[in-house]
Each structure stands twice: as structure tokens, then as C-alpha cells.
T-cell receptor
């Protein structure tokens, strides 16, 4: 079974600085999707960024970017110019392509990010 | 506004009682999911449904039941058979074969 590992239970960053959250995964598939979700104190899960495994180019969404290393099975999230509103739990997730009657989305245990003013 | 609603936000029950958590979406998504979140753990899949009148067990379905009579609604019943029901429950939806899932605000269930 696919597993997702986030080795940093907690991270902190100074406001306006850059922080990188780590994620590794285990799979024998060649085609899959990777995600970072943000869960602020409200506990609403918000999709931050996604990456298709067949794409070599790293995904970017404004201040959020990923470093996708397929051979190393690594998928880190970089947050630039950190803001107080970035403080949250961040979950890395993996999903295989979906046959119609199947589902396989796996989440890591999360990294709690604190942003210091 | 399109989205997923879960009610109530907080729910309290006595041990031995069944309780039903509501999940409604107006995104016209066919697929819906229920996850459980415990402290220090990621989300774990309880049940999912790809189409109306059909649903499948996830990793931790024991002690839970669901129904999918309407496309918009996917209620989750936590039965008295669930040994440790106190948790945060999240509902999600997606289009069939969709890449990403979109989540509701969650329900915190406390059973004493």
C-alpha cells in the first residue's frame, strides 16, 4: 500500500522568510498525483497545490511552490514570503489515477507550521 | 455559493447512542467521501461513494454506516459499535476521476 511520510511534526518560520516542508511517499506506480493541503485553526482543509507525476515542471501557486523529485519519491513544499495567515497544519497527500469504481488517496500525518511575527 | 456544508460543527452524544453527521454539497460532484481525523494523524478514509445508491468501505469502516440516496447528500452514521467515536470528521467531494477532493468544514464529535 502507498504510504506518505511527513518527517517534520512541527516547523516554524519568521514572517517574510521562506520555509520548506518535507514529504516522501512510497509507491510502485508511475502515474499519480501529489497534493499539499492546508488546515488552519478553523480546520477547513484547503487545497494549496497539486502536482501530476508525469509533469517534470514543478507546480507553482503564487508564494507556494513544490520541489518534485520523482526518482527520490520526494515532494516538498516551499512557502516564500511567509505570512501570519500561513500558520496551519499542512498535509501532504498522494492519489493514484482513479478508475471509476476505485479510490486511493493517502495523507501524511501533517506538519504544524508556526509563523513568528 | 457552491460548496460543501457539514452540520453541526460540534456534536455531543452519550455512549451507546447512534449519531448521524450531515454532509451536503451543491458542486454537482458525483463522488463523496468521509474521513476521520485524530490528533497527530492524517486523514483516514471511512466510506466513499462514486455515484448515487452506491458506496464502498474505506480503511476504517467498522462501526460506521452511510447512505447515498441523493447526489447532494452523503450522511454518515456513527453507530454504538464504533469503539472510539470521538474524533473530527471531514466530508469531501470530487468529480468522478477528478484529481483533487474538496472538503467541508468538518464536524467535531464527542462521545462521553
Amino acid at each position: 500500500a502507498q504510504t506518505v511520510t511527513q518527517s517534520q511534526p512541527e516547523m516554524s518560520v519568521q514572517e517574510a522568510e521562506t520555509v520548506t516542508l518535507s514529504c516522501t511517499y512510497d509507491t510502485s506506480e508511475s502515474d499519480y498525483y501529489l497534493f499539499w493541503y492546508k488546515q488552519p485553526p478553523s480546520r477547513q482543509m484547503i487545497l494549496v497545490i497539486r502536482q501530476e507525476a508525469y509533469k517534470q515542471q514543478n507546480a507553482t501557486e503564487n508564494r507556494f511552490s513544490v520541489n518534485f523529485q520523482k526518482a527520490a519519491k520526494s515532494f516538498s513544499l516551499k512557502i516564500s514570503d511567509s505570512q501570519l495567515g500561513d500558520a496551519a497544519m499542512y498535509f501532504c497527500a498522494y492519489r493514484t489515477p482513479i478508475p471509476y469504481n476505485n479510490n486511493d488517496m493517502r495523507f501524511g500525518a501533517g506538519t504544524r507550521l508556526t509563523v513568528k511575527p | 455559493d457552491g460548496g460543501i456544508t457539514q452540520s453541526p460543527k460540534y456534536l455531543f452524544r452519550k455512549e451507546g447512542q447512534n449519531v448521524t453527521l450531515s454532509c451536503e454539497q451543491n458542486l454537482n460532484h458525483d463522488a463523496m467521501y468521509w474521513y476521520r481525523q485524530d490528533p497527530g494523524q492524517g486523514l483516514r478514509l471511512i466510506y466513499y461513494s462514486q455515484i448515487v445508491n452506491d458506496f464502498q468501505k474505506g480503511d476504517i469502516a467498522e462501526g460506521y454506516s452511510v447512505s447515498r440516496e441523493k447526489k447532494e447528500s452523503f450522511p454518515l452514521t456513527v453507530t454504538s459499535a464504533q469503539k472510539n467515536p470521538t474524533a473530527f470528521y471531514l466530508c469531501a467531494s470530487s468529480i468522478p476521476g477528478g484529481i483533487a477532493q474538496y472538503f467541508g468544514p468538518g464536524t467535531r464529535l464527542t462521545v462521553t
